[in-house]
């Protein structure tokens, strides 16, 4: 595996796996599946600072950058692309916008999120130019934004969905994993339970009735919890065709989010 700041000498066609660096074995299903599409596969680690409202959530987001390339090398990465602050943000930045679906969900809580985000990508894209570039599912809202943004700016670049990866206890796989105690990783698996009841139920309503348990649990401040529409971002109703609860919230200081598919097509009323 290469090891670049400065991007040089890619083979084309690559795919492409836009990382914050913390990599685990979440990211590394990411870059086998790049590995699947493509010989040439980059994996860039960037902490945007445009992505992050909360600068002391930017100041104690993990770096491990020794792990981070031998995780990497392993999952079949070829180049590993640590790009500078400049690098990505030569001149003065022209910030992309997310519009309304920026400011739903995951924008109530962090605003000015997704446009960050929408920034660093498309700086990435114009820079790496992949064939394919691959995203976890897990973060369900930005995959979407990141599809519709992709589409008008980068039409030739195929985003590929990945499915979330999850420890044993069901715990979605996340670099903020790492700053949970023991008793808040215990107190994790609320969410993924919860998700799982939900989504196998038979219409939206019961569904947010499993979602709403979130609300008096002591140990989880619940941000949000909604059944969706994955095609659109609207909330859900009986009539939706693919259905999805998403939930986001704080256990002891962390912030996780988490995202399933409803299990059946939702009952006609
Ligand atoms: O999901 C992430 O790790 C980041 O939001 C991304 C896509 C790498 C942009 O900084």
């Known amino acids: 595996m290469k090891l670049m700041q400065l991007l040089t000498e890619i083979e084309k066609p690559c795919a492409f796996v836009p990382t914050m660096g913390a990599l685990h074995a979440g990211h590394q299903s990411l870059i086998a599946q790049a590995r699947e599409l493509c010989d040439e596969v980059v994996v860039s680690v960037f902490v945007n600072p445009l992505q992050f409202e909360d600068k002391e959530d930017l100041k104690k987001y993990p770096r491990t950058p020794e792990k981070d390339a031998e995780m990497a090398a392993a999952a ?11 690098d ?24 000015g999120h997704f446009d960050g985000v929408l920034t660093v990508v498309h700086r990435l894209f114009e820079l790496v130019k992949p064939k394919y570039a691959i995203f976890g599912e897990k973060d369900f809202q930005q995959l979407f934004l990141i599809i519709k943004m992709a589409a008008q700016l980068h039409p030739e670049i195929e985003i590929i969905a990945a499915p979330t990866v999850r420890e044993t206890s ?100």
């Open 76 to 86: 079949g990465a070829t180049v590993l692309w640590t790009p500078s602050y400049e």
């Open 88 to 111: 990505i943000y030569p001149a003065e930045i022209k910030k992309l916008s997310a519009g309304e679906l920026g400011e739903k969900f995951e924008g109530v809580h962090r605003p």
């Open 170 to 269: 069901g715990l979605a796989m996340s670099s903020r994993n790492v700053r949970l105690d023991k008793d808040a990783r215990i107190a994790a698996d609320v969410i993924s339970k919860v998700l799982r009841t939900a989504t196998e139920c038979e219409s939206v309503d019961q569904a947010r009735k499993q979602l709403a348990a979130l609300e008096n649990n002591l140990d989880f401040k619940l941000d949000y919890a909604e059944i969706i529409d994955e095609s659109s971002f609207e909330l859900a109703n009986n009539e939706t065709q693919r259905a999805r609860a998403i939930v986001a919230g704080w256990i002891n200081g962390v912030r996780l989010i988490d995202n399933m598919a409803m299990k059946q097509a939702l009952v006609r009323v």
